[in-house]
Structures are given as C-alpha cells and as structure tokens.
C-alpha cells in the first residue's frame, strides 16, 4: 500500500527566511502534485511534477521531484504571511490508476 | 474558482439518514473524483468515474455510493449515516488521456451528523 509521508507537521516561521516541506512514498511513482489548502477551503493545485529531476516554480515557491529517493521537496523562498496555509502533496502511482494518495499536509504560518 | 461546482456547500443531518452530494465538473473534464476529508482520516480517495463508468474504487464504505451521468456530473450517496461520517466532502474533475490528470477541486461539502 503506498504511504506518503510529509514533514514537518506544523511549521512556524517568520517573514523573509526559507524553508523546505518534505514530501516521501514509498513506492515507485511518475506523478507527484502539490496543493495548498486555506482553512475551511478547497485545494489549489500548485505543481504538477512529472519525472526525475523535475523542478517547477512560482513566485515563492519552488518544488522539486527525485524519483529514485522517491522524495519531493516545496521550499519556500523569503515567506511572506500570504503563504500561511496547509499544504499536501499527493502521488499517482501509474497510468491507468488516477487515485491520488495524500501526504498528511503541512501546516504552515508565516509569522510577521 | 477551479470550475468545478459542488452542492450544497453544507450539510446537516441526523444519524440513519441518507443524504445525495452532487459536483458538476469542469466544462471538458470526463473523470470526477470523490475525496473525504477529516481531521483523523485526513484526505482520503473514495471512487473514480470516467465518463459515466467506475474507473477506481478506494476507501469507499459499502453504505456509501456513486454515480456520474450522461451529462457528466456525479452524485455521491451517503446512507445509514453514523457521526464518524462528518467530514468534508471533496469532487475534483480532470481530463484524462493527456498524461499529466492534473484534478481541479470544487469547494466542497460539509456533511455534520448529529
């Protein structure tokens, strides 16, 4: 059964400094996806990371993807208190089989 | 706002009742997909539909089921509802077939049982 683990569970961090949020599975995948959650809301996709070594980025955010360590990273870049939410990442196994499992989430706040 | 709509935004109920959640997709989308979320299960995949025909099935309870449509929307049933059945309630539609099945969310429904 594929386990997708994130950490930390809570992150507290202040304005302008960096972080990374860790993204592990446990079995081979070729779709990993990053969502962000505001409280009460529903899930916007982030990134859509689609093979070895791919690394996509918006704004403050950068992921990244590393199939053999089967871990995926989100680094926050100088935060900003917009970026306070819960953030998940979510695998897809294999073609054919679109489930998606969810990473425990992150919860993240930007203090000013 | 993701396209996808879901309905009704909330939901309150007693225990043994039965209850209909319905998500139009995104204009174009064939799959939909039903999620749960909750604070000690967190977002679990319940079942897939793709143009009107199950695709995948997850950790969905037999009291529970689902269908999509002609007109491709879907509609989750929730029967002989138990308190440990409060949760949200998540669709989420995509185009398949084009090798990323990015899902876009609705905002979902919040089921309370009493």
């Known amino acids: ?3 997708v683990e994130q950490n930390p ?4 961090m202040q304005e302008g400094k960096n972080y990374t949020i860790y993204c592990n599975y446990s079995t081979t995948s070729d779709r990993l996806y990053w969502y962000r959650q505001d409280p009460g809301k529903s899930l916007e996709s982030l990134f859509v990371l689609l093979s070895n070594g791919a690394v996509k ?3 403050r955010l950068m992921a990244s993807l ?9 680094h926050i870049t100088a935060a900003v208190h917009d970026l306070s939410a819960t953030y998940f990442c979510a695998v897809a196994t294999n073609f054919g089989n679109e489930k998606l499992t969810f990473g425990t989430g992150t919860r993240l706040t930007i203090i000013p | 706002d993701s396209g996808v709509t879901q309905t009704p935004k909330h939901l309150i109920t ?4 039965r209850v209909t959640l319905r998500c139009s997709p995104r204009s174009g989308d064939l799959s939909v997909y039903w999620y749960q979320q909750s604070l000690d299960q967190g977002l679990q995949f319940l079942i897939q539909y793709y143009n009107g025909e199950e695709r995948a099935k997850g950790n969905i309870l037999e009291r529970f089921s689902a269908q999509q449509f002609p007109d491709l929307h879907s509609e ?3 029967s002989s509802l138990e308190l440990g059945d409060s949760a949200l309630y998540f669709c989420a539609s995509s185009v398949e077939g084009q090798g990323v099945n990015e899902q876009f969310f609705g905002p979902g429904t919040r089921l309370t049982v009493l």
Not at chain 1, 9 to 12: D, K, N, P, V
Not at chain 1, 66 to 74: F, I
């Open chain 1, 1 to 3: 059964e594929l386990k």
């Open chain 2, 14 to 17: 007693a225990t043994g009742q």
């Open chain 1, 9 to 12: 569970l809570f992150l507290s």
């Open chain 1, 66 to 74: 590393d199939t053999k360590a089967r871990l995926s990273t989100l």
């Open chain 2, 76 to 78: 989750l049933n929730l």
């Open chain 1, 57 to 59: 980025q918006e704004g």
